[in-house]
Every structure is written in structure tokens, then in C-alpha cells.
């Protein structure tokens, strides 16, 4: 519950305990308990209502027992006073010992740290104790896209190692910055090459609608000035990929609700009728039907259906990370199952991950 309960009052201080037992479909005493054992966590005002305690410098810390997934780091981020909370004025991510993170999740935080600063606070990633990491982070040109004032500790790498590697290991593509004013149409491609020279040339219309569609996508609903960025990441033997296309911007939600009503009344109607968050129906229809566009022309709104449908063929999972919540898709042989996750720290854009499984074992985290 105190993940819970940091994420809402985060985002809504000044809330009454009952209010919260609602939100949380909990009893009020269960709620109050939580509340009271966390003095330092959470503060009540005369008037009973409660908010969160926020510092003026709030420390994170990556844990380095095992590969970081996203769901690690969305509970991470969960655990503490939300980075955007107005009194926190700096926010310091400190990397364990052999701290290792999933491209997905490693893209996540990226796109965190970059937004943060471009908000005015102060952002340091300290690799005091995991060098190993920081050389990785490196060979990728995370640093690259990494905002320039962004304090790296102990020493930001000056060596350009994704410079001294570009192409030459088609298991990694260095994460490449995407301008949202001038986007670099061989970035897909250069994904696109790297995902067929995993595995082989059967996986070629695969790799172009997967990573081709979601690019131009993301790029119709960014409306940023803060670049995006793409990456792909094979792991165990080439037979798990990931590859990772994020913006930083209004997101696939924050550019298509505002024009449901007047365009596409019918699924409006039937996303307000519904008991889902209107967030999660809406992904779910622009990925399993499609055909919802913010541009009216003919035939726009069917390439993430499209990337999905050929995800399938290969039971593969897809995560789609908005503002605040996330739509997890798992393509199986049996069926596919959607999981939502909502209440999530704030992160603006879209931010899509495809996992793929080529030996044909599930994708567990």
C-alpha cells in the first residue's frame, strides 16, 4: 500500500484518509495505519488532510542483484516522493554494484532524467561503485543523448566508446537521438539491419513493420522540441531482442484524445462507458483494430495495429509506456493478454518496447 499511497498523495496532496481508502478500495483504518507508521514519509495537516514529505534532494537507488526490468524500476521510482513534486529541487540516481538494466527500462529512465532536467531540476547519475555499467552506457552513447548538464559521477566518459564501435557489433545499436524537426530516416533502417543480422532474412518484414511503424508513429505524436531516441539490444545468444523507440513529447493518448469526440464519437462513447481507464481502452483499440488518426487522411492509424499483428506471429510482448500509466501486451499461442499498470510516475511521450523471444520460452518478469 505505501507505494500506493506515495504515488497519489504525490499527485494529490491535501487528501483526506477516507478519500484514500476509496482510491485504494481499502478499509480507512488500514490506510490511517500506513499513514501513522510513516511520519517521515507523509504529513497531516490541521484539517486532516495528508500530503507527501518530499526532500529537497531525493537519492534513488538502482539496486545491482540482478537485471533491472521496468517493472523494477516503475516500482523503484514508486517507492519514493515523485521527482516532480515541487520541493524537490535535485534528484540523484545511485547505481549499485554490477547494477545491470534491460534496454527498455534503462530507455524509461533516460527519457526521466532528460524531461527532469529540462524542467529545472538538478539530475546526477552516480557510478561510483558499477564503472563496468558506465563503460556499457558508453559503448551505447547513452551519454550522447544524455542531457549535457546532466552531472555524471565520478566523471562523465570522455572516450566516445559508441563512436569507436558504431557498426561494428550488430547485437547492439547505439541509442540513436531522434529530432523530432529533423528525423534521421536510416535510424529505422539501421534497426531494422541489425534485428535481420540477430536472427536471419525470414525475420525481414518482421523487423521493418516493427520498428518502421512505431517510428513514424511516435514521431506524429511527439509535438516536442526534446529529441527522442531509438536502440535495439540483443541478449543470451541472440535469442531474446529488445528494441526500444521513445519521444518525449505529448504522447499516442495525449495527441488522439483530444480529437475522439469530434472524430470518432462511436469509440468515445463506448471508452466512457467502459470500467477501464480511458488511457488504457484507448491503446488498446489503436493497437488491436486501429484506424484512429489525429491526421484526417485515408488510410492513417492502421501502423501500430500493424506492428502488433506481426508481434503476434512471433509471441511477442509489447509495452507502452504514457504519461502516468503503461499497457502491457503478451502475444501467446493460447491468446493475447493485456495487463495495465496506472498510477505511474510521471514520464511524458510514448515509449514502446518490443521483446521478442526467438527460442520460443516465454518472457517472464
Known amino acids: 500500500m505505501l507505494p500506493q499511497l506515495l504515488t497519489f498523495l504525490g499527485k494529490n496532496p491535501g487528501t483526506k484518509a477516507k478519500e484514500l481508502a476509496a482510491f485504494l478500495g481499502r478499509e480507512k483504518s488500514a490506510v490511517n495505519q500506513v499513514l501513522y507508521e510513516n511520519s517521515d514519509k507523509f504529513l497531516r495537516d490541521d484539517d486532516f488532510k495528508w500530503s507527501v514529505i518530499c526532500p529537497q534532494e531525493l537519492h534513488i537507488e538502482l539496486p545491482g542483484d540482478s537485471w533491472l526490468?521496468?517493472?523494477d524500476l516503475e516500482?523503484?521510482?514508486?517507492?519514493h516522493c515523485t521527482p516532480w513534486h515541487v520541493d524537490c529541487e535535485s534528484v540523484i540516481f545511485v547505481f549499485g554494484k554490477e547494477c545491470r538494466m534491460l534496454l527498455d527500462a534503462l530507455a524509461r529512465l533516460l527519457a526521466l532524467c532528460n524531461?527532469?532536467?529540462a524542467a529545472g531540476k538538478k539530475v546526477s547519475l552516480d557510478f561510483t561503485d558499477c564503472p563496468s555499467t558506465a563503460r556499457y552506457l558508453d559503448r551505447m552513447d547513452f551519454f550522447e543523448v544524455l542531457a549535457s548538464d546532466i552531472a555524471v559521477l565520478p566523471r562523465r566518459p570522455r572516450a566516445r566508446l559508441g563512436a569507436l564501435y558504431m557498426g561494428n557489433n550488430d547485437g547492439v545499436i547505439e541509442l540513436r537521438a531522434i529530432d523530432p524537426a529533423q528525423p534521421d530516416n536510416e535510424i529505422p533502417r539501421l534497426l531494422e539491419r541489425s534485428f535481420v543480422s540477430c536472427v536471419d532474412e525470414s525475420y525481414s518484414t518482421l523487423a521493418l513493420t516493427v520498428i518502421g511503424e512505431p517510428f513514424k508513429n511516435?514521431?506524429?505524436?511527439s509535438c516536442s522540441s526534446l529529441a527522442?531516441?531509438?536502440g535495439l539490444q540483443a541478449y543470451k545468444n541472440r535469442?531474446?531482442?529488445?528494441?526500444?523507440?521513445?519521444d518525449n513529447g505529448l504522447g499516442i493518448v495525449g495527441t488522439l484524445q483530444p480529437i475522439l469526440h469530434k472524430r470518432y464519437p462511436e469509440i468515445a462513447e463506448k471508452i466512457e462507458k467502459s470500467n477501464e481507464h480511458s488511457g488504457i481502452a484507448l491503446?488498446?483499440?489503436?493497437?488491436s483494430t486501429g484506424q484512429i488518426s489525429q491526421v484526417a487522411e485515408q488510410g492513417r492509424g492502421a501502423g501500430l495495429k500493424s506492428s502488433g499483428d506481426q508481434a503476434r506471429k512471433y509471441s511477442a510482448r509489447i509495452s507502452v509506456r504514457q504519461q502516468?500509466?503503461?499497457l502491457r501486451i503478451d502475444h501467446r499461442p493460447e491468446g493475447t493478454r493485456y495487463t495495465p499498470y496506472t498510477n505511474l510516475v510521471r514520464i511524458h511521450g510514448t515509449h514502446i518496447s518490443f521483446d521478442f523471444k526467438l527460442d520460443g520460452s516465454r518472457i517472464s518478469r
Open 69 to 71: 526490468t521496468t517493472k
Open 228 to 230: 527522442g531516441f531509438a
Open 239 to 246: 535469442t531474446r531482442i529488445q528494441v526500444v523507440i521513445s
Open 218 to 221: 511516435v514521431l506524429d505524436h
Open 283 to 287: 491503446l488498446k483499440k489503436v493497437f
Open 115 to 117: 524531461q527532469l532536467h
Open 324 to 326: 502516468d500509466f503503461e
Open 75 to 79: 516500482n523503484l521510482l514508486s517507492r
